[in-house]
């Protein structure tokens, strides 16, 4: 980033800030009371019946993909590789569920529930680095 952010280094990392407290509010609701998450989250319930180690499991890589982004985003232009660590769970994570509607285990309705918080935060994530790399692109050409 310039010495001086503008409004577009601003947004990005305002999009990783919003992915990253999500991010780390899911993991430490996941980790402090899976049980109260698993009934929380109504699309959970149709998966089978909770695994208190399991749901604590997936909320460290919540919360550990949380703080990676938390800590780019204080300069996502230069700490851009933590901003594609930070979100390679949560993309994964999405492609996941994407590929379970695509293969029939689950319905659309059940992905579009969960699409806000699932595709939503990625998507954030992936955003922030396009107009990260578009900057770094204009920065090197010139312009």
């Known amino acids: 980033m310039p ?3 503008d409004t577009l280094d601003r947004l990005a990392q305002l999009l990783l800030l919003i992915a990253a407290v999500t991010t ?14 698993y009934v929380f989250v109504p699309t959970v319930v ?3 019946p909770p695994n208190a180690h399991f749901i604590r499991d997936i909320g460290l890589a919540y919360l550990g ?16 590789r933590a901003v594609a660590v930070g979100g390679l769970w949560l993309t994964f994570h999405g492609l996941l569920h994407i590929y379970e509607v695509a ?4 319905g659309p309705a059940t992905f579009w529930a969960d699409a806000p918080a699932v595709i939503g935060q990625p998507a954030l994530v992936i955003i922030a680095l396009a107009i990260v790399f578009s900057r770094r692109k204009a920065r090197i050409d010139g312009g």
């Open 3 to 5: 010495a001086k952010p």
């Open 24 to 37: 780390i509010a899911n993991g430490i609701f996941m980790l402090v009371r899976p049980l109260d998450w």
């Open 46 to 48: 149709t998966t089978g």
């Open 65 to 80: 993909s949380g703080l990676i982004l938390l800590y780019a985003t204080a300069n996502p232009a230069r700490h851009w």
């Open 103 to 106: 293969a029939g285990i689950c």
